[in-house]
């Protein structure tokens, strides 16, 4: 791919810029803002830029979107003639205090001048709530036991944030964000009375990694069961808690629906667990932006109230 700007180049043409200009960090994340900024800043004229296409000046920046976005705030800061762009970064593990227990310092948005960070680890984290994916999954599905699914997914909620979190916490340690979703399968999830089992022992270990990995989950499940399940879905990833989601609704479809037809739950929950991840996060951030229209405020204010301050 061949990047539009460095991050000088991109600093002078936002400084000669007469728009208002929002820097995130990638294309889903331009989507999912663009979309709540229509709803709560409609008569403002924007334009949204991804730090995906600034190439870094470092090591560091050159592979981290969210440090790139941190360096041009920074060399932007206090400049009246950048007063018309803004940032909004993934906020990841940023003021989490991880010990025998999980503690959250930023229980509001953080905001330093221009930047804001999301309140969970990523723009995703605004959809983990039992009423946001409850509407995304059920305009997904067309299985007759959705409802029934739905009531069951719920019920279990709480649960699956903790054991999320423990995934994610252990992909941070081993440095291997993308690898947790490659392993949960929705058919070997076990949901019994609100407690779920992402069954990762069901099938024997493929290497060494995958052995580790699983030791580092279980290692760390002591971790979150002292958490808070609102401060766990604060801390989880956000792409893979969508995945992992889309995989314990497919596991409840099954369980709603096979007392009737355990064929067509098996049909049901392979069908979901197939939904692409793209069609699944639109839906969730429809939910999302619709509950923001009804008054909703599990948003990036602090970014929303800036742009209207300068408009």
């Known amino acids: 791919m061949d990047l539009k700007y460095d991050i000088s180049e991109y600093i002078a043409m936002a400084r000669m810029s007469s728009k208002i200009r929002i820097l995130v960090e990638g ?5 999912h803002v663009l979309n709540l900024l229509k709803v709560l800043t409609p008569k403002v004229k924007l334009k949204i830029d991804i730090a995906v296409d600034i190439a870094g000046e470092c090591k560091l920046t050159s592979s981290n979107n969210r440090a790139k976005i941190e360096s041009i705030h920074f060399q932007c800061k206090g400049n009246n003639s950048h007063r018309k762009l803004f940032f909004l970064c993934d906020r990841e593990f940023r003021n989490f205090s991880i010990e025998d227990v999980v503690k959250d310092f930023s229980s509001t948005h953080e905001v330093d ?3 804001s960070w999301t309140l969970g680890h990523s723009i995703e984290n605004y959809f983990l709530s039992p009423y946001m994916l409850s509407e995304g999954f059920r305009y997904l599905s067309g299985s007759g036991s959705k409802a029934s699914a739905l009531q069951v997914f719920c019920d279990f909620f709480d649960d699956s944030m903790k054991k999320i979190a423990a995934i994610t916490l252990a992909a941070r340690e081993l440095n291997c964000a993308n690898y947790p979703a490659s392993i949960i399968k929705w058919n070997n999830i076990d949901i019994d009375g609100g407690v779920v089992e992402l069954g990762l022992r069901k099938e024997p270990s493929q290497n060494d990694f995958m052995e580790k990995f699983i030791s580092t989950y279980e290692a ?19 792409h893979t808690a969508v995945l992992i989601l889309q995989r ?7 369980h709603a629906g096979k007392g009737d037809d355990e064929e067509a739950a098996r049909y049901d929950a392979n069908l979901f667990s197939n939904v692409a991840e793209s069609s699944v996060s639109a ?7 619709r509950k923001v229209s009804e008054g909703g405020t599990l948003y990036p204010q602090p970014l929303v109230d800036s742009v209207l301050s300068v408009a």
């Open 283 to 289: 839906a969730l951030s429809e939910a999302w932006i």
């Open 113 to 115: 001048g221009n930047l």
């Open 220 to 238: 760390f499940l002591s971790v979150v069961s002292n958490t808070d399940s609102e401060v766990c879905a604060r801390l989880c990833r956000g």
């Open 248 to 254: 314990l609704y497919a596991a409840s479809l099954y």
């Open 27 to 31: 294309k889903d994340d331009r989507g």
